[in-house]
């Protein structure tokens, strides 16, 4: 079925799926490392019955395949790139973009190795960067020298919840020639989609929101155009970040419900900040909902919706922080983001205990901040979980 006139939710249950000879309703799993050919002189046998010519997995697949095209068609981009994990499109990026000499500019505020590994790893070999708050474009304009190649942004950002005014990066960034990435894993192409507003490449993690069960790791690239495209597709099949086919499968059966997954998280999310902005116990709430957010304009500008992030503030800091985490029963105390269950995290206490308060304020990590992924479980219940919790704060 052509679904590129389809509406979003149609596309989220249609776009890219094959139908073999068998009819099936499902596209089959294709747990294979290869492909056997037709004969010498032709590619090896298609089952969609398109002239495709699978070789061997990592080059591709008709699972990953299935997953790239729709992809890429809800991002509106030309092509999608299935890889191993959101690191491992991360790093796609910065190995296809930058090399010896090369400067990249970046928000300050990223998931945190998507920062740390082009500090630590890519210095040796002759990248530079610099990481400036992008939530002030001048702070873009000021950065950028005459190497730079990337503007690498996160939007709304993890944890902080900054959020960067594409438009406005944009059309900077064009006027110096640079590559635009932007880390889509909060939104999702439900309630953003960044080549809208000129961004050349989009990044997810698939862990999160689009698969949405917390069942695998993945990630995802979308290009904007073709050559794009292929430059960062000959950095995949050739370090070798491909993504399984049943890890491809899982997440195009993940992206089915996307948008019904998001519209209860997000209305979840919106009564659940309400709650915590009202409490007593909280010092401040950055959700993109909240007028109180300090883009709350902007957000409501690029974003379809605040999504389902909250990250808020308590006034007892650290020691209140572990006391809240170890008295929560619903939500499960755990890093990641995106999935049907309500997930909670403190930061200091957890990923981020090793660094000193100081170093932690510096990455914008309080030592209060807690960071919430709401899920879709009923909203009283969620509620009642961190009012039950919140008393130990
Ligand atoms: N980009 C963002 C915005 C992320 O939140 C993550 C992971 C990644 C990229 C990397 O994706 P991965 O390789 O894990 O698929 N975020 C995590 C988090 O907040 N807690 O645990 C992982």
Not at 82 to 105: E, F, K, P, R
């Amino acid at each position: 079925m052509d679904t590129k006139k389809s509406g979003f939710t149609s596309k989220l249950v249609h776009s890219g799926s094959i139908s073999d000879e068998k009819g099936s309703a499902v596209t089959p799993i294709y747990q294979t490392s290869t492909f056997s050919f037709r004969d010498a002189d032709h590619g090896a046998r298609c089952f969609s019955g398109e002239e495709k010519g699978y070789i061997y997995t990592r080059l591709g697949n008709p699972n990953t395949d299935e997953l790239e095209v729709a992809v890429a068609e809800l991002e509106e981009g030309f092509g999608g790139i299935a890889c191993s994990s959101g690191m491992a499109a991360v790093n796609i990026v910065y190995l296809t973009i930058l090399g010896q000499g090369d400067h990249m500019v970046g928000h300050n505020a990223l998931y945190g190795p998507s920062r740390g590994i082009m500090e630590k790893l890519y210095p040796k070999y002759g990248v530079e960067y610099d990481f400036v708050d992008c939530t002030d474009i001048e702070n873009i304009k000021n950065a950028i020298k005459p190497n730079t190649k990337l503007l690498y942004l996160e939007t709304p950002a993890n944890p902080t919840m900054g959020i960067t005014d594409l438009k406005a990066a944009c059309a900077l960034a064009k006027e110096h020639n640079l590559i635009v990435c932007v880390d889509n894993t909060f939104c999702s192409p439900y309630l953003q989609r960044p080549i809208e507003f000129g961004a050349d490449i989009v990044l997810h993690s698939m862990t999160k929101f689009i698969n949405g069960h917390a069942d695998i790791v993945g990630g995802m690239l979308v290009a904007k155009d073709e050559a794009l495209y292929k430059d960062l597709k000959y950095v995949m099949t050739n370090v070798g970040f491909n993504m399984d086919p049943h890890q491809a499968w899982l997440v195009r059966r993940g992206l089915k419900t996307l948008s019904i997954r998001i519209d209860k998280g997000q209305e979840n999310s919106i009564k659940v900040a309400d709650f915590l902005e009202a409490h007593p116990k909280v010092d401040w709430v950055l959700y993109p909902g909240l007028k109180s957010h300090p883009q709350y304009e902007l957000a409501k500008e690029q974003m379809d919706g605040p999504g389902a992030m909250i990250s808020f503030g308590l006034k007892g800091g650290l020691d209140a922080g572990k006391k809240m985490m170890n008295n929560v029963q619903l939500a499960l105390l755990a890093v990641s983001l995106g999935g049907i269950e309500t997930l909670i995290q403190h930061p200091a206490s957890m990923t981020h205990s090793k660094l000193t308060s100081e170093a932690r304020e510096i990455a914008g990590i309080s030592d209060g901040l807690v960071r919430l992924s709401v899920g879709i479980e009923n909203v009283e219940d969620i509620i009642a979980d961190l009012d039950h919790a919140l008393t130990y704060a």
